[in-house]
Protein backbone atom coordinates (compact mmCIF):
# COMPACT_ATOMS: atom_id res chain seq x y z
CA UNK A 1 0.00 0.00 0.00
CA UNK A 2 1.60 3.14 -1.41
CA UNK A 3 0.62 6.59 0.30
CA UNK A 4 0.13 9.02 -1.77
CA UNK A 5 2.26 12.10 -2.15
CA UNK A 6 -0.35 14.89 -1.60
CA UNK A 7 -1.66 13.23 1.71
CA UNK A 8 2.09 12.77 3.02
CA UNK A 9 2.97 16.10 2.42
CA UNK A 10 -0.48 17.06 4.30
CA UNK A 11 0.72 14.91 7.60
CA UNK A 12 4.11 16.30 7.46
CA UNK A 13 2.38 20.22 7.64
CA UNK A 14 0.01 19.37 10.27
CA UNK A 15 2.71 17.11 12.19
CA UNK A 16 5.37 20.17 12.22
CA UNK A 17 3.57 23.14 13.79
CA UNK A 18 2.03 20.05 16.47
CA UNK A 19 5.97 19.32 17.10
CA UNK A 20 6.91 22.86 17.60
CA UNK A 21 4.20 23.82 19.46
CA UNK A 22 4.80 20.35 21.90
CA UNK A 23 8.58 21.09 22.46
CA UNK A 24 7.45 25.12 23.29
CA UNK A 25 4.92 24.12 25.91
CA UNK A 26 7.91 21.42 26.98
CA UNK A 27 10.17 23.39 27.53
CA UNK A 28 8.40 26.77 28.37
CA UNK A 29 9.11 26.02 32.31
CA UNK A 30 13.18 25.98 31.21
CA UNK A 31 12.13 29.93 29.70
CA UNK A 32 10.76 31.25 32.29
CA UNK A 33 13.47 30.17 34.57
CA UNK A 34 16.18 31.42 32.31
CA UNK A 35 14.56 34.80 31.73
CA UNK A 36 14.29 34.80 36.09
CA UNK A 37 17.98 34.71 36.21
CA UNK A 38 18.47 36.85 33.52
CA UNK A 39 16.49 39.62 35.76
CA UNK A 40 18.19 38.47 38.63
CA UNK A 41 21.75 39.07 37.22
CA UNK A 42 20.23 42.69 35.54
CA UNK A 43 19.17 43.67 39.60
CA UNK A 44 22.71 42.52 40.54
CA UNK A 45 24.74 44.22 37.89
CA UNK A 46 22.53 47.49 38.39
CA UNK A 47 22.27 47.25 42.22
CA UNK A 48 26.56 46.68 42.24
CA UNK A 49 27.02 49.77 39.31
CA UNK A 50 29.66 51.68 40.76
CA UNK A 51 27.95 54.47 40.60
CA UNK A 52 24.62 53.38 42.40
CA UNK A 53 26.92 51.83 45.42
CA UNK A 54 28.50 55.21 45.60
CA UNK A 55 25.25 56.90 45.60
CA UNK A 56 23.07 54.65 47.99
CA UNK A 57 26.19 54.78 50.58
CA UNK A 58 25.95 58.58 50.35
CA UNK A 59 22.55 58.74 50.50
CA UNK A 60 22.69 56.79 54.20
CA UNK A 61 25.19 58.80 55.57
CA UNK A 62 23.69 62.21 54.26
CA UNK A 63 20.39 61.33 55.67
CA UNK A 64 21.74 59.98 58.78
CA UNK A 65 23.40 63.49 59.35
CA UNK A 66 20.34 65.15 58.30
CA UNK A 67 18.49 62.65 61.38
CA UNK A 68 20.64 63.81 63.99
CA UNK A 69 20.63 67.53 63.07
CA UNK A 70 16.90 67.58 62.58
CA UNK A 71 16.37 66.14 66.32
CA UNK A 72 18.96 68.56 67.48
CA UNK A 73 16.77 71.69 65.58
CA UNK A 74 13.98 70.04 67.84
CA UNK A 75 15.57 70.01 70.74
CA UNK A 76 16.41 73.97 70.25
CA UNK A 77 12.95 74.91 69.57
CA UNK A 78 11.83 72.80 72.49
CA UNK A 79 14.32 74.42 74.38
CA UNK A 80 13.28 78.01 73.03
CA UNK A 81 9.85 77.02 73.92
CA UNK A 82 10.74 76.49 77.61
CA UNK A 83 13.11 80.03 77.88
CA UNK A 84 9.91 82.09 76.59
CA UNK A 85 7.47 80.18 78.72
CA UNK A 86 9.78 81.60 81.81
CA UNK A 87 9.86 85.24 81.10
CA UNK A 88 6.79 85.65 79.15
CA UNK A 89 3.56 87.49 80.79
CA UNK A 90 0.26 87.16 80.03
CA UNK A 91 0.47 90.09 77.08
CA UNK A 92 -0.79 89.19 73.07
CA UNK A 93 2.24 89.38 72.22
CA UNK A 94 4.13 86.90 73.94
CA UNK A 95 1.32 84.27 73.33
CA UNK A 96 1.48 84.97 69.96
CA UNK A 97 5.28 84.20 70.00
CA UNK A 98 4.58 81.02 72.16
CA UNK A 99 2.48 79.94 69.32
CA UNK A 100 5.20 80.93 66.78
CA UNK A 101 7.18 78.46 68.70
CA UNK A 102 4.96 75.79 69.18
CA UNK A 103 4.16 76.01 65.20
CA UNK A 104 8.07 75.46 64.17
CA UNK A 105 8.81 72.71 66.49
CA UNK A 106 5.78 70.78 65.47
CA UNK A 107 7.26 71.52 61.96
CA UNK A 108 10.72 69.80 62.71
CA UNK A 109 9.24 67.20 64.30
CA UNK A 110 6.73 66.25 61.57
CA UNK A 111 10.08 66.88 59.19
CA UNK A 112 12.28 64.27 61.42
CA UNK A 113 9.23 61.37 61.52
CA UNK A 114 9.25 61.49 57.43
CA UNK A 115 13.04 61.80 57.39
CA UNK A 116 13.45 58.91 59.66
CA UNK A 117 10.27 56.80 57.85
CA UNK A 118 12.57 57.42 54.67
CA UNK A 119 15.44 56.06 55.88
CA UNK A 120 13.51 52.89 57.57
CA UNK A 121 12.14 51.89 53.96
CA UNK A 122 15.18 52.28 52.66
CA UNK A 123 16.57 50.67 54.81
CA UNK A 124 14.33 47.51 54.53
CA UNK A 125 15.19 47.60 50.64
CA UNK A 126 17.48 44.39 50.17
CA UNK A 127 19.18 46.07 47.20
CA UNK A 128 19.78 49.39 49.37
CA UNK A 129 20.47 47.95 52.40
CA UNK A 130 23.90 46.74 51.77
CA UNK A 131 25.27 49.80 51.56
CA UNK A 132 24.43 51.73 54.75
CA UNK A 133 28.06 50.41 56.22
CA UNK A 134 28.01 50.58 60.32
CA UNK A 135 24.52 52.96 60.05
CA UNK A 136 21.23 51.08 62.07
CA UNK A 137 19.46 49.22 60.23
CA UNK A 138 15.97 50.93 61.49
CA UNK A 139 16.19 54.88 63.05
CA UNK A 140 14.42 55.93 65.97
CA UNK A 141 14.04 58.42 68.80
CA UNK A 142 15.57 55.99 71.24
CA UNK A 143 19.21 55.73 68.97
CA UNK A 144 18.95 59.47 68.36
CA UNK A 145 19.05 59.70 72.11
CA UNK A 146 22.22 56.81 72.31
CA UNK A 147 23.52 59.41 69.65
CA UNK A 148 23.61 62.06 71.73
CA UNK A 149 25.32 60.33 74.97
CA UNK A 150 28.12 58.88 72.64
CA UNK A 151 28.56 62.43 70.80
Do not use: C
Request: proline share 3%; aromatic share 8%.
Amino acid sequence: MKIPKWLLIVIVIILIPVVFFGLRALLFPAKGAIKAIDTAYGVLDETMDAENAIYNYEWFKQTAEDIQALHNKEANAEGAIQEHMATMDDSREDKNELARLRAIKLGLTNMLEDVMAKYNARSKMANRAIFKDNLPSNMSRSWLATVKLIR
